[in-house]
């Protein structure tokens, strides 16, 4: 709908005001051939206008990202400049690594350091190493953490070429070889969280068939499949794993799932449409689109599973954030996004106001 209304915006120009303009063409009547070459180039701009706007990848792209939270303060990577802190009391970012990407995980914020391979725990403003973490090398890609425990950094990410599309590692932190503990053949994992000694996942293998969200036990148990989806259906969903529930967003709104597989049942017609969602006092928090009239508009809404509420934060727009949000990290007394245009920003809660904190 967003596109639409752009559209109707680029090419609702009355032949009035352009007359206006120009009087000495007041009276000059156009012939339906020029009408129509008139109209089709109207339409061209537009479309290569809406392409320029929503096309995947297109237009500057922030170099900010792996938002973690430290009470109010904030931990951030900046793409070629560092790893840092922020604290919210002084509204001063101190940098503590000239690179690394941070992870929230249900044991603390850690940080991967990708030159040198080394794994730190964050503690405040400092940095504490444990070791490295030489897993680069088993997947297609940097992979992603998923926490740290029992002497083991748990890991999840693409295969490598001609291998498993998915693979979840852990390497030892005193040293040593890597070790795969799931392989995913066929089965691209989109996202996965380790909580306890069980593994969640959300799979999605393709087109023809469907995906599922499982739960693989560590210790070498039964794999259960808590949900599964139709063909082509899980191309329009997004799974959210959180310490109480799991949370389904679907074209039509938002649903929760037990995490020994009772449900989904609805919560709200408002879902997640980024991955800027996060889990702050028992609430969801998440970038979406809000019905208005004929169109749509752009907010920052929370919902209360417990209770079924739903609350709008912030309106988004006019001086906020015209695009959307990539990231998002929500504390007690505001939050911190990611505007993929402009850079990071806090928004205090109390004050209804945005600060930004680092550019692009």
Known sequence: MKQERILRVLCQVEERYIAEADPEKKQKRKSPAL????????????????????????????????LAAAGEDLYYSVQGKGAYYYENKT?????????GLFFETPSGVFLYEEEEKALYRMEEKEAVPLGRADAEGLFGG???LLDVKNDFAYWVGSGPENGPESLVVKTPLA?????????????RVLTAALLGETLYYYSDPGPDIGGQIGALPLSGGKE???????????????????????????????????YEGAGPEFLSPLAPTTNAF???????WFYTAVPQGDFYRDAFVWVDPATKETGEQIAVGNGVSPY????????????????????????????NTDLLIQKD
Request: aromatic share 14%; hydrophobic share 40%; proline share 6%.
């Open 175 to 187: 040293g040593g070889g890597a070790e795969t503990v799931r392989e995913f053949w066929g089965r």
């Open 278 to 284: 996060d889990w702050h006092g028992g609430r969801a």
């Open 224 to 258: 259960r499949i808590l949900y599964s989806f139709g063909p082509g259906v899980q191309f329009q969903n997004r799974v959210f794993f959180t310490p109480e529930i799991i949370l389904l967003s679907r074209p039509d709104g938002l649903y929760s799932l037990g």
């Open 35 to 66: 009408r129509a070459l008139a109209a089709a180039a109207c339409v061209c701009l537009c479309a290569v206008g809406a392409f320029r706007l929503f096309a995947p990848g297109m237009g500057k792209d922030s170099r900010v990202s792996h």
């Open 142 to 144: 940097v992979p992603e």
């Open 324 to 351: 959307t949000y990539r990231e998002a990290v929500v504390c007690d007394g505001g939050c911190y996004f990611v505007d993929p245009q402009k850079g990071l920003f806090y928004h205090s809660f109390a004050e």
């Open 91 to 99: 509204q001063t970012s101190t940098r503590l690594l000239p690179g």
